[in-house]
């Protein structure tokens, strides 16, 4: 249920933090129209997918496998089309130099940091190269991984586990 509620505010954060193109109407648009339309996917398929087989939205056909995939895809990707098509069609090119100048609370004083703008751009490629290759692991490579499995045993299921608990620390 959390991926449907907050998963249309992934990709429009990410680009305004990322990408300078993404305008502010763009992402709101986005994130409001996303979540709406992955509230009313996951409703329409609980009902198409009621284990009833009465096409009632219920508790129990709200957490299906099916319902929840279609409104977490719908949220996410709904979202990201519709960031990147309206930002594409009216960009805002925004520079960056009033999130440099930010003000901290309290008084407190960062260090100061020499960045220069090749820095900033090379740490943006590894944080995007890195990120991107996560995704791709743990949302394609790991479920393929399992996919000779078939239903697990008891022992199979407890390495996945284990890998898992890995992977957390």
């Given at each position: 249920?959390?991926?449907?509620?907050?998963?249309s505010?992934?990709?429009?954060?990410?680009?305004?933090?990322?990408?300078?193109?993404?305008?502010?109407?763009?992402a709101?648009?986005?994130?409001?129209?996303?979540?709406?339309?992955?509230?009313?996917?996951?409703?329409?398929?609980?009902?198409?997918?009621?284990?009833?087989?009465?096409?009632?939205v219920t508790?129990?056909?709200?957490?299906?496998?099916?319902a929840?995939?279609?409104?977490n895809?719908?949220?996410?990707?709904?979202?990201?089309l519709?960031?990147?098509?309206?930002s594409l069609?009216n960009?805002?090119n925004?520079?960056?130099?009033?999130?440099?100048?930010?003000?901290?609370?309290?008084?407190?004083?960062?260090?100061?940091?020499?960045?220069?703008?090749a820095?900033?751009?090379?740490?943006?490629?590894?944080?995007?190269?890195?990120?991107?290759?996560?995704?791709?692991?743990?949302?394609?490579?790991?479920?393929?991984?399992?996919?000779?499995?078939?239903?697990?045993?008891?022992?199979?299921?407890?390495?996945?586990?284990?890998?898992?608990?890995?992977?957390?620390?």
């Open positions: 249920f959390m991926g449907v509620v907050i998963g505010a992934v990709i429009p954060i990410s680009y305004l933090l990322l990408w300078k193109k993404c305008s502010a109407n763009a709101m648009t986005g994130t409001i129209v996303g979540q709406i339309a992955a509230i009313a996917s996951w409703l329409g398929a609980a009902a198409a997918y009621d284990p009833s087989g009465e096409g009632k508790i129990e056909s709200t957490g299906t496998n099916e929840m995939l279609v409104g895809l719908v949220a996410i990707l709904g979202s990201g519709i960031t990147t098509v309206m069609m960009p805002d925004y520079d960056f130099v009033a999130t440099r100048s930010i003000q901290l609370l309290d008084g407190q004083e960062l260090p100061e940091i020499q960045e220069t703008d820095e900033l751009k090379d740490a943006k490629k590894w944080i995007v190269r890195f990120g991107v290759g996560f995704t791709v692991l743990i949302v394609i490579v790991w479920p393929v991984l399992s996919l000779p499995a078939g239903v697990f045993s008891e022992s199979y299921f407890s390495f996945w586990v284990i890998i898992s608990m890995i992977w957390a620390f």
